[in-house]
């Protein structure tokens, strides 16, 4: 070893003792690596914004379903199918300007693990989609169909999320919380679902409320973990 | 000037420097990212993340690779295997010290020269 690295051995020696302040090297070791590392892993599912349009769909559909269906039952005209064709469309159209958008403000990663892992990875998620088709097909056979819809939406976009590992950051461990929460409260609307009944639409409704909420966080935590360029330039 | 060697485990300056070491913390996590992102996410300037990525890319730690767009050049960087063991290394190394620090039988008491404060001695000898 040269001497200033004996030097810088230890200066970190003291400074992780408790001998020295904490300064930029001290908190990208402990707390800004597992950031950045976090939101490499998470960049797409944190790209928030994407869905929104499709959410908007969604509840512009709904909504129309809902006049519809005051004024004139099924079966569903040509008009509105064609409607909801459009807005579809267009939702297409403005959630891939927004997919642009992202890759023009915070750039592009090719996510994934090199390796085995990589493999791992695609299995497991296989492996919980097969699992998902099964509980819903069971839940179909047995309960209401806005059951089977909440529970699909519960299983696919939350509980991954739910037991991913998270750092000790209050922001991403607030989201981790969020995520779980809503999980909780989709699952009891799913068992409360056979007892009460209630609306299909108004069951949506709520599902997307609650993931547009969702997705909106994930964005601002995306900007937020993007934010730190006056703290690494020091 | 000895003793340490045998006292502190060995860091890697290449990784330590706080610029690098986001850099690679970056790349370890996924399979390859463009200059946008790094510069987003280090929140380097262009300047001086070309400078940390050519530094990484002479030391064998990284990849960079350079694609032509839309008549625009996308530089893309990715972590080596050599860059990967460097950095779990320093991770490792670091913990070791970390640990090596907080244990009650402290090392460096008999350091006096390499002190940058009096009451870390104390601390150490206690």
């Known amino acids: ?110 996510a994934g693990a090199p390796g085995e892992s990589a493999r791992r990875a695609k299995l497991r998620t296989l492996a919980v989609r097969v699992l998902i088709v099964g509980v819903c097909i069971l839940v179909w056979e047995s309960s209401h169909p806005s059951a089977m819809v909440l529970l699909y939406g519960t299983m696919t976009a939350l509980f991954p999320r739910c037991f991913e590992s998270v750092p000790a950051v209050p922001a991403i461990q607030l989201r981790r919380a969020a995520y779980i929460a809503t999980a909780m409260l989709q699952l009891t609307l799913i068992s409360l679902g056979n007892l009460l009944h209630p609306h299909f639409t108004a069951l949506l409704s709520e599902l997307l409320t609650t993931y547009l909420l969702l997705y909106l966080y994930d964005h601002w935590l995306l900007t937020r973990l993007l934010g730190h360029r006056e703290e690494a330039n020091q | 000037v000895s003793e340490p060697r045998g006292m502190l485990p060995e860091i890697d300056r290449q990784v330590h420097e706080p610029a690098r070491l986001a850099i690679l913390t970056v790349l370890s996590a996924c399979e390859r990212a463009d200059f946008l992102f790094l510069e987003r996410a280090t929140g380097l300037s262009r300047g001086n993340l070309s400078v940390q990525l050519t530094r990484l890319e002479e030391a064998g730690l990284i990849e960079i690779e350079k694609i032509i767009v839309r008549k625009k050049t996308v530089t893309t960087a990715a972590l080596l295997a050599r860059g990967r063991g460097a950095l779990d290394a320093y991770w490792q190394s670091m913990e070791e010290l970390r640990a090596r620090a907080t244990a009650p039988e402290r090392p460096t008491a008999q350091r006096p020269r390499k002190l940058p404060g009096q009451s870390a001695v104390a601390g150490g000898e206690a």
């Open chain 1, 1 to 110: 070893l040269e001497s200033n690295d004996i030097d810088l051995q230890t200066d970190l020696f003291y400074k992780l003792n408790g001998g020295g302040s904490m300064d930029s090297m001290e908190l990208i070791v402990s707390r800004r690596a597992d950031e950045l590392s976090y939101v490499t892993e998470h960049f797409r599912d944190l790209q928030g914004l994407i869905v929104v349009p499709m959410f908007l769909a969604l509840f512009v559909c709904l909504a129309g379903a809902g006049t519809r269906h005051t004024s004139r039952p099924l079966p569903v005209s040509w008009t509105m199918a064609l409607s909801a064709s459009g807005t579809f469309i267009v939702a297409l159209f403005a959630s891939e300007a927004i997919s642009r958008w992202y890759k023009r403000r915070f750039g592009e990663v090719l």
